[in-house]
């Protein structure tokens, strides 16, 4: 009780009524597989500080997983930003530029050492010595090498900081690869990797709470991705699995069939081969997913799946 | 003495782009734009399956996300020769047309506003004075003083705890910042409220799009989402539409007003030349008659002239790129062979191309479509580009800079809002007459070339196609990005940014605020450009003053 009014007293004025605050670290814990009492405690979790430091680097990318971030509802972006986690570097949003934010970069990797959350966006160009990729004088491979060995962890956030990405597709003329893949000499430190083109920003969020709320990352599988969000395939949670099993299928687009809401599976759907919670949890605050809005999965939570998973249309 | 600066990265945009400017007696002399990642798309491209290309090109950009997967499913409809159903057209349009409401939003608050208000300031504010004047320029709910002493508390709080994130080492308190701090205040305000608008506007692309950023539901042929044409989906989009329009209508536009006001010396800085617009919204299968926001190229900020857009005068200059070869290619035609050099601001400098029009660099994006639109007498563009030159009292002449630049954005997408309605109104009629059509099948030639035409939040954008053996063999994008911040062109000729940056004052030469606002006044959206900037060889490279 203490607790729950101490929170309250402590949102109030940012805007957020109790009721947002407990709906969402309810949706955090049903995202990863806690019990419900475990709500309020990721609620004191992601309130109390000082906060984390984060520095949030941009490589090969498009800014898409940027984009979802701030996408996100629960906790909205600028509680997240103001009173969670502490974004020191991340150039989209930053208020400074050119040499103010290479001090700042500098200054928070100094001064965190060990301690400062990494957050990767995009893949490294590898390729005649990453000269493909450069920021403030550097190649993207240098900078990883030099700030992400000294965070406490890094958190891949979509399929390009995981996996490569589309710049990695064949013949990938950057010779770009993901941060493991990039760093393998270098790094020592945990890697997270929260793949999706973009991933839903509940599960980066989840990731950061799972580890402000236990002081650990959570549990991952093979491919380093965290065992809450994608230890099922999209197949095996789809609403539209039952017109799989009944072989009730959409052969064209806009067709009777495809109203109805049949399986997309011979239009191309990989989410029997998927790993992703897209149909549990869905997008834009729970709004749709591809498959709801007719159109295949192609699998952007695997590795390499734009050589994997296409021609996109052709069946499994 | 001239004075070079580098500022890299420029922060506040999508992508990696370093500008280098010189200095002479506190302006702007000469200047380069360079763009400093190269992806390499259009070699992926080549290949493969072209229903698939608008997956891919969508990635171009996850800001822009949704404009590049349609620029190339219209191009793969083009080289196919489909016709599109109304239904599918009116649900493209929606979603472009959401696609401008939230970029422009987020554009405005976050990636350019902390140009023109000091957030540091703020927190001197009397929020009773604030209120008031909020309240005189706008109906809006949470312009009392309570809300406003709130907002001031919470950005105390977070500067007082001493970790400043995002406005650690801000230009703050630099003379070029003219608000008083309500004014800062108000914005301040606002820009936090964006924060939490543009996720719920974003919300419309997911009704009908799966899911924003990058959207799933567009096919070659039509839209996949036709399950979700039931009143129950519609009337989602139209109330998140209303609250998008609210805040608009009661926010961003009181806001760009108050704000302007301050900064009236921006209206004769920053300009530009020419202008190109390809249009947009097509209100039915002709194009370009049908396009809401028509077509069109001005040349010499000659209003009176509008001439006709003919695609087959664009072409794509590498002399100053890292690309093989000197010449100047149509896209059509066009290559991409990386090769790069080193950073060299009178040899190569970019990897972007150098896109001409007729052998001219033109300025895309808002202004050049409010401008074409405006001297095509477009009503809606007429009575509200009128309507703010009036309210601000600046002469016609201001609309060619870069305040009218950031008035433009503003006023389009009110415009666009607008027009939306019609056209959620159009499919209700659609679907109430039975009419439930969603695609148009179509036969995979085995060989076409196609070209799709757009003029998406940051302008211009063509996708070019080549298909042989029902495969993509040739793949070109000429991006908005690349049209206003590319480098010199084969006659040396400087692109728009480069253009717009000469006679920019420069107060401090260690915190250049004011490149900041004219290079962002273009809303710099880069990943798409394609491009690698020089290493440790460059003397400047560093970016400090030198």
């Not at chain 1, 969670?84 to 530029?97: G, L």
């Not at chain 1, 897209?278 to 709004?287: A, E, M, R």
Request: with cysteine; aromatic share 8%; charged share 20%.
């Amino acid at each position: 009780m203490e607790l729950e009014r101490k929170l309250q007293k402590g949102l109030e004025p940012k805007g957020v009524t109790r009721r947002d605050f407990m709906k969402f670290c309810t949706m955090v814990s049903a995202t990863m597989g806690l019990a419900p009492s475990f709500a309020p405690k990721i609620a004191q979790a992601l309130s109390s500080g000082p906060r984390p430091p984060v520095v949030y680097l941009h490589f090969a990318e498009c800014t898409g997983c940027t984009e979802a971030v701030l996408r996100s509802t629960y906790p909205w972006i600028d509680e997240l930003l103001l009173e969670t986690i502490s974004v020191d570097y991340h150039e989209t949003i930053m208020a400074a530029a050119g040499h103010s934010v290479e001090e700042v970069l500098h200054q928070t990797v100094k001064k965190y050492e060990g301690k400062f959350i990494c957050v990767v966006e995009g893949g490294i160009p590898t390729a005649d010595n990453g000269i493909y990729g450069m920021i403030g004088g550097k190649t993207m491979l240098e900078i990883a090498k030099e700030v992400c060995p000294k965070s406490l962890a890094v958190l891949c956030i979509g399929s390009c900081s995981s996996f490569g990405g589309v710049q990695a597709a064949a013949p990938n003329p950057t010779g770009a690869k993901g941060v493991s893949d990039a760093l393998a000499d270098v790094l020592k430190v945990p890697v997270v990797n929260i793949p999706g083109c973009p991933p839903n920003p509940i599960n980066f969020v989840g990731t950061v709470v799972n580890y402000l709320l236990f002081g650990k990352l959570p549990d991952l599988d093979d491919k380093k991705r965290p065992l809450f969000a994608y230890g099922k395939t999209v197949h095996d949670q789809c609403p539209r699995r039952s017109h799989f099993e009944n072989g009730e299928f959409v052969k064209e687009w806009g067709s009777k069939e495809a109203q109805m809401g049949y399986c997309l599976y011979e239009m191309g759907c990989k989410g029997p081969e998927t790993y992703n919670n897209c149909p549990l949890v869905k997008f834009n605050d729970g709004t749709s997913w591809p498959v709801e809005a007719g159109h295949p999965c192609i699998g952007c939570s695997e590795p390499n799946f734009w050589d994997a998973m296409s021609p996109f249309y052709q069946k499994l | 003495m001239a004075q070079r600066i580098v500022v890299d990265p420029i922060t506040r945009i999508e992508g990696h782009l370093r500008i280098e400017v010189e200095v002479a007696n506190g302006k702007v002399t000469n200047a380069w734009s360079s763009s400093t990642l190269f992806r390499g798309l259009e070699i992926i491209l080549k290949g493969r399956d072209p229903r698939d290309a608008w997956l891919f090109t969508q990635r171009a950009c996850g800001v822009c996300t949704y404009v590049h997967g349609l620029a190339s499913i219209r191009c793969v409809d083009n080289a196919v020769g489909v016709t599109i159903p109304d239904n599918a057209r009116l649900i493209r349009n929606l979603l472009m047309g959401a696609q401008f409401l939230h970029d422009h939003i987020v554009h405005f608050y976050h990636l350019h506003a902390l140009d023109w208000v000091d957030v540091v300031s703020a927190l001197k504010a009397d929020p009773v004075k604030a209120s008031k004047i909020a309240n005189d320029v706008s109906p809006a709910p949470k312009n009392g003083p309570g809300d406003f002493k709130a907002v001031q508390a919470r950005l105390k709080k977070f500067v007082d705890s001493g970790q400043l994130g995002l406005f650690a080492n801000g230009y703050w308190g630099h003379p070029a910042y003219k608000l008083p701090p309500e004014v800062n205040l108000i914005a301040a305000a606002h820009y936090l409220e964006a924060l939490r608008q543009q996720a719920r506007t974003a919300r419309m692309h997911a009704v009908f799009g799966a899911k924003n950023p990058h959207l799933q539901s567009l096919v070659v042929g039509g839209v996949s989402c036709a399950a979700d044409l039931n009143p129950d989906r519609i009337s989602e989009f139209l109330y998140l539409w209303k609250e998008t329009m609210d805040f608009v209508n009661n926010v961003y536009i009181p806001d760009l007003l108050a704000v302007a006001g301050f900064y009236k010396d921006w209206g004769s800085i920053g300009g530009t030349t020419n202008f190109l617009c390809y249009g947009e919204f097509p209100q039915s299968a002709k194009e370009p008659e049908s396009l809401f926001f028509p077509r069109g190229a001005i040349f010499k900020r000659n209003l009176a002239k509008v001439e006709n857009v003919d695609p087959a005068k664009i072409t794509e200059h590498v002399k100053h790129s890292w690309y093989e070869g000197d010449g100047a290619l149509n896209p059509a035609q066009g290559e991409t062979k990386p090769k790069f050099t080193k950073l060299d601001t009178n040899g190569e400098y970019s990897w972007m191309k150098a896109p001409r029009y007729n052998g001219e660099p033109m300025e895309v994006g808002p202004l050049a479509r409010v401008l074409v639109a405006y001297a095509k007498g477009h009503e809606p563009t007429k009575k509200a580009v009128d309507g703010v030159l009036k309210k601000l009292a600046v002469p016609k002449e201001a609309l060619f800079s870069t305040l009218g630049r950031t008035a433009a954005r503003a006023i389009e997408t009110q415009i666009i809002g607008q027009a939306m309605e019609g056209w959620i109104m159009q499919l209700v009629e659609n679907l109430k007459k039975g009419d439930t059509k969603t695609f148009e099948p179509y036969q995979m030639p085995e060989s076409a070339q196609g070209m799709g035409l757009n003029d998406v939040p940051r302008g211009a954008l063509g996708h070019w196609i080549e298909i042989k053996e029902k495969k993509i063999a040739n793949y070109q994008l000429v991006v908005p990005s690349t049209w206003n911040l590319g480098p010199r062109c084969a006659a040396n000729k400087p692109g728009p940014v480069e253009e717009a940056l000469i006679g920019t004052p420069v107060a401090d030469p260690k915190r250049p605020v004011e490149i900041l606002r004219t290079v962002h006044s273009f809303d710099p959206c880069i990943a798409c450009g394609v491009h690698v900037i020089d290493p440790h060889s460059n003397q400047v490279y560093k970016f400090r003053v030198v």
